[in-house]
């Protein structure tokens, strides 16, 4: 017997609503009833990506204090067995400036994942306007925000969007990237003390060691302060804050 095929119905073409439906409210592109689903897929992607820069940060900071925990154990049992001679000096040059190098590989990292994250920010700000594009008289339901400039990233945080203002910098001695910034300052400041240790007096190496603190803690703030700066003036602003007064586009 013959076997017939079924002819598949012709598709429908994609501009327009899909569905066959009325489209949603706001006008192109959200007469399309796939629009929205696709920004929600979206959405979650950057959600993810954001969980993934989160996870990458703390470990990579709980690796370096792990590291440093053994280094700093191993040394204390080593100065049981050697004393404070010029042999157990050397070898806690070397294994400091090891440390040193990890905290700023470590730092470097952080910071820029601290960059990605801003980028998820301001996409995630982006749908959300969409959202409210599409769907008018939403702004009382959101606490996030919908635009994607300086203002809008930072502002639902309460975060000061001026990178060098005393408040800024003191709120970022409290993120992981600034406390690993002073962890390093530290070790640069104990590494210099310990070779100046080896050829002058303990005085000398005091304050050789608090002049290096210093000089890389004012190093590290700069550092990252010039660095989030140059990542958000490289954002393209697609839709501003309004000023104060004027009414938010919908």
């Given amino acids: ?11 429908r073409p994609v501009t327009g609503d899909p569905t066959g439906g009325p489209g949603l409210p706001g006008g192109p592109p959200f007469n399309d009833a796939r629009a929205l689903p696709i920004l ?6 950057l959600l993810a990506g954001r969980s993934l820069v989160y996870n990458e940060a703390f470990s990579r900071a709980g690796m370096f204090l792990t590291f440093l925990s053994a280094s700093l154990i191993a040394l204390g049992l080593m100065s049981g067995a050697m004393g404070f001679s010029t042999e157990f000096l050397t070898i806690t040059v070397l ?45 009382p339901y959101f606490i996030s925000g919908q635009y994607d400039d300086v203002a809008g990233i930072f502002g639902v945080s309460s975060e000061d969007v001026e990178f060098r203002s005393r408040r800024s910098i003191i709120h970022g001695f409290t993120t992981v990237v600034g406390m ?3 962890i390093n300052a530290a ?64």
């Fill in 95 to 139: 294994i400091l400036a090891l440390d040193l190098f990890i905290g700023l590989a470590t730092m470097g990292r952080v910071s820029t994942a601290t960059d990605e994250d801003i980028r998820y920010i301001q996409g995630m700000n982006r749908i959300r306007h969409a959202y409210h594009e599409a769907v008018g008289g939403l702004e």
């Fill in 40 to 45: 929600s897929t979206e959405h979650w992607s």
């Fill in 1 to 11: 017997m013959e076997e017939r095929m079924a002819v598949p119905p012709a598709e």
């Fill in 187 to 250: 070790l640069a400041g104990v590494l210099v003390a310990t070779i100046v240790l080896l050829v002058a007096s303990g005085v000398a190496a005091v304050v050789a060691g608090v002049g290096t603190f210093t000089i890389a803690l004012l190093a590290a703030v700069y550092w990252l302060s010039k660095a989030t700066a140059s990542t958000v003036q490289a954002l393209e602003v697609n839709f501003p804050t309004p000023a104060s007064g004027e009414r938010p586009a919908s």
């Fill in 180 to 182: 690993v910034g002073v």
